[in-house]
Structure formats: structure tokens, C-alpha cells
């Protein structure tokens, strides 16, 4: 079955560390997308990438990095620079002009 | 920045009655989206309006889309409880990417 798989489903991270969350498609879309979820809050748009070896910033991008070297894939970093990490991360992929498709995210909490 | 704001913030019925959601925007749009999220999971696409129709309706959802108010209304008749989740409504920007601008989203629970 075609999807975007985002793993890990839980994270931890300690204090100072950098952790890395994947998000993989097999739906050959070219547009990718990572959002942020704080509790009762919409979604929050940190990174895109319309193409490979091309990402944007979205409206929170600091202290987030990442990297789109194939089409499949898009992993977002977390670094050390993001002082308030703990939230619910969506990863999202579309076609061109079409509606997104979500993972069913990773929730990273600081140990 | 948040374009879209749903409204109620949250709305409780019961099975069968119908449950109608409403978003306003700010800026000109291409079109808007509607999206669901049940509960620890991934939002799933619901339905499409673009900015020159009225009206859509995909099985039990009913969407309107008012460009001259900036608003748009999702309609579910017939409720049951799987129904319950939060739902979002999701806007473009003319001449813009692809970027999506979602609202805070409304929770909506249907007690059986």
C-alpha cells in the first residue's frame, strides 16, 4: 500500500541533543512538508520541499533542520537550538496543487 | 501565521443530528480544504472547494464556500460516533506555493 511512514512513533530527547525524526513516502509525490502540533493548536508549517535538493522555511523553522536528497524522503532534525522541542511532528507529502496526505506523526517529549 | 479560524471551538451532539462547522480566512484563496484528525494521529483529507465554486458535497459532508465573506461552512448530516475527531479547515494563497495555512481546528465529539 502506498503512504508516508513517519517514524519513530514516540522520541525522547535529552537536554543539548539533537534527534532526527523520518518521514518516507512511496507515493511519488514531489512536494513535501513537515508541521508542528502543540496541544489543542492547528498545525504549524517548519519546513516544505517542492523538489529534491530544495526545501523552504515555514513560519517556525529555527532551531529545525533538513535535507531532501531523494524524492522519498524528507528528515527533520531537531537541534539543540529548538528550546521547546515537545510537540506532536507531522510529516505530509502531495502531488502538485493537490490535497495533502499525512503521517501519523512522531511525539517528541525532553526527557 | 494562522489563516483559519473554525468555529465553535468545540460542539458536542448526539448520533443522527447533524454537526455544521464554520472557518473564516483572511487573504484571497485558490481554494480551501477541509481535514479531519482523529485522536494521536495524522490528519486525512476530506473534501475540496476551490475558490470559484458555491457549493460540494461528498457523501455526507456538505461544504460552502463564501469568497465575498471569507468563510466557509462543513455540514455532517447524519452523525455517529466515528464521526467524533477534531477538524480543520486548511487555505492556500493566491499566486502563492504550496503551503497550506491550517486554523486551530474543532473538536467535535457525537455521543451515541
Known amino acids: 500500500d502506498g503512504g508516508i511512514t513517519q517514524s519513530p512513533k514516540y522520541l525522547f530527547r535529552k537536554e543539548g541533543q539533537n534527534v532526527t525524526l523520518s518521514c518516507e513516502q512511496n507515493l511519488n509525490h514531489d512536494a513535501m512538508y513537515w508541521y508542528r502540533q502543540d496541544p489543542g493548536q492547528g498545525l504549524r508549517l517548519i519546513y516544505y520541499?517542492?523538489?529534491?535538493?530544495?526545501?523552504q522555511k515555514g513560519d517556525i523553522a529555527e532551531g529545525y533542520s533538513v535535507s531532501r536528497e531523494k524524492k522519498e524522503s524528507f528528515p527533520l532534525t531537531v537541534t539543540s537550538a529548538q528550546k521547546n522541542p515537545t510537540a506532536f511532528y507531522l510529516c505530509?507529502?502531495?502531488?502538485?496543487?493537490?490535497?495533502?496526505?499525512f503521517g501519523d506523526g512522531t511525539r517528541l517529549s525532553i526527557l | 501565521s494562522q489563516q483559519g479560524e473554525e468555529d465553535p471551538q468545540a460542539l458536542s451532539i448526539q448520533e443522527g443530528e447533524n454537526a455544521t462547522m464554520n472557518c473564516s480566512y483572511k487573504?484571497?484563496?485558490?481554494?480551501l480544504q477541509w481535514y479531519r484528525q482523529n485522536s494521536g494521529r495524522g490528519l486525512v483529507h476530506l473534501i475540496l472547494?476551490?475558490?470559484?465554486?458555491r457549493e460540494k458535497h461528498s457523501g455526507r459532508l456538505r461544504v460552502t464556500l463564501d469568497t465575498s465573506k471569507k468563510s466557509s461552512s462543513l455540514l455532517i448530516t447524519a452523525s455517529r460516533a466515528a464521526d467524533t475527531a477534531s477538524y480543520f479547515c486548511?487555505?492556500?494563497?493566491?499566486?502563492?506555493?504550496?503551503?497550506?495555512?491550517f486554523g486551530k481546528g474543532m473538536k467535535l465529539t457525537v455521543n451515541p
Open positions: 487573504t484571497s484563496i485558490n481554494n
Open positions: 486548511a487555505t492556500d494563497s493566491q499566486g502563492g506555493s504550496e503551503k497550506l495555512v
Open positions: 472547494i476551490r475558490s470559484n465554486e
Open positions: 505530509a507529502s502531495s502531488p502538485q496543487a493537490r490535497p495533502q496526505h
Open positions: 520541499s517542492q523538489i529534491v535538493n530544495d526545501f
